[in-house]
């Protein structure tokens, strides 16, 4: 069972160009969540999805980022006109759909690295 | 923001056990404990969790004290691949999000 893919792991863009971010959830696992890491920072929750919804999107910035997990195919993270201090790690994490459970652990991916010139 | 707190860093002999500790005296009675760890740039990686019993997996032990109000990661037998930043997060289980309060963890090195 491949684990959270994610592409690319790196990417680079220069000033106002548009980030397109890629996460493949575990086989089976509906829920995606999306967290960034700054340099020498921990990470920081940006938004959750299940299959066509957004479930929770309180960490994401108001203006440019936005997320979507689709019916088919990866969950993707969109970041429009991209400044300098977009420059961080993005990672994905997903789990499976637990009905009633009291826990769920959140597998990661190995992230992204956008670099922005 | 983390309700947790955890030394910035901690350092161990191989083969000696690393006592990780984190203080969260705030935590709330749906509150479950977690540790994660990352590892040089990787995806954090899932370790362990608990509410208020003790718990033992094959990666680690997790004491929890009778009041909740800390708990401590024990790695038996640090090897080093241990070396890693180690993050301690409650999370009310009756949370809907799911989502994971990241702290600032400790950074473990795990000496020769």
Redesign the interface.
């Known amino acids: 069972n491949a684990g959270v893919m994610q592409n690319p792991r790196h990417l680079v863009r220069r000033r106002g160009q548009e980030a397109r971010l890629r996460c493949s959830p575990m086989k089976g696992h509906s829920h995606v969540y999306w967290y960034r890491q700054l340099p020498e920072e921990g990470l920081k929750f940006m938004v959750y999805l299940q299959k066509e919804n957004i479930i929770d999107e309180s960490g994401m910035p108001k203006e440019r980022f936005s997320a979507e997990f689709p019916k088919e195919g990866p969950s993707i993270l969109r970041i429009q006109q991209v400044v300098r201090g977009d420059s961080a790690a993005y990672f994905c994490a997903s789990s499976p759909r637990v009905a009633g459970e009291s826990y769920n652990e959140q597998f990661f991916g190995p992230g992204t690295r956008l670099t922005v010139l | 923001d983390?309700k947790t707190t955890q030394p910035p860093s901690m350092d161990c002999a191989e083969g000696r056990a690393a006592n990780l500790p984190c203080n969260h005296s705030t935590i709330s009675g749906n509150e479950?404990v977690?540790w994660y760890r990352?590892i040089h740039?990787?995806?954090?990686?899932?370790i362990i969790?608990g509410l208020k019993n003790n718990e033992t997996n094959e990666m680690a032990s997790l004491i929890i004290t009778e009041d909740r109000k800390s708990s401590t990661l024990i790695l038996p037998h640090a090897t080093l691949r241990d070396t890693a930043v180690y993050?301690c997060i409650v999370?009310d289980?009756m949370d809907?999000?799911?989502?994971?309060?990241?702290?600032?963890?400790t950074r473990l090195l795990v000496r020769p």
């Open positions: 983390a479950y977690y990352q740039s990787q995806g954090p990686q899932y969790h993050y999370r289980w809907s999000s799911y989502k994971l309060i990241f702290g600032s963890g």
